[in-house]
């Protein structure tokens, strides 16, 4: 039987789940920027909070891996409990890079390449450098230049649907 319950005042704690790409480059007490979507002054000024918790161990589901990190932000009279939150941490940042799709880039033999279309009309494979990467999004260091054509490849799932 449960007598009392105590809590912190000072604080709200919440989870954000974190991709398996994206886990090793966070950190205790690293900066996280929160805005609530029921409080319009946060959007443009988000509340200041930190990271409290990082987990060891993921959950998987459908093939993907993601770890719930804990936040704390300050206690706001306004904030209520089950809010919707989104929460920003910057992990990289980097000024005039040329960035493209995650699946545009094919890896083979150790090497990383892109199909580009070409001036004629036709496309051609071409290698690059890469640098940081989100789940979305891989930072091209060498081989391409802005302006340059990335072919996105287009997936199919094989069902013909009638």
């Known amino acids: 039987t449960v007598i009392s319950t105590i809590s912190n005042n000072d604080m709200f704690e919440f989870q954000i789940p974190i991709d398996?790409?994206?886990?090793a480059?966070?950190?205790?007490d690293q900066e996280v920027r929160v805005s609530i979507d029921a409080l319009d002054d946060t959007q443009d000024n988000p509340i200041k909070g930190k990271i409290s918790k990082l987990p060891l161990e993921g959950v998987s589901t459908a093939g993907v891996t993601e770890y719930y990190v804990t936040?704390?932000?300050?206690?706001?009279?306004n904030?209520?409990?089950?809010?919707?939150?989104?929460?920003?941490?910057?992990?990289?940042?980097?000024?005039n890079v040329l960035v493209v799709r995650v699946d545009a880039v094919t890896k083979e033999?150790?090497?990383?390449?892109?199909?580009?279309?070409l001036e004629n009309g036709t496309t051609a494979r071409k290698a690059v450098e890469l640098g940081e990467r989100n789940v979305s999004y891989v930072e091209v260091k060498q081989g391409l230049a802005e302006g340059d054509k990335v072919v996105i490849p287009q997936f199919s799932t094989g069902i013909n649907f009638f």
Do not use: C, F
């Not at 936040?71 to 009279?77: A, G, K, L, M, R």
């Not at 904030?79 to 000024?95: L, Q, V």
């Open 20 to 23: 398996e790409l994206d886990i």
């Open 25 to 28: 480059k966070l950190n205790y």
């Open 79 to 95: 904030i209520r409990i089950s809010m919707n939150a989104t929460a920003k941490i910057i992990t990289h940042s980097a000024k």
């Open 109 to 117: 033999n150790g090497e990383s390449t892109v199909t580009i279309v």
């Open 71 to 77: 936040v704390q932000i300050p206690y706001d009279e």
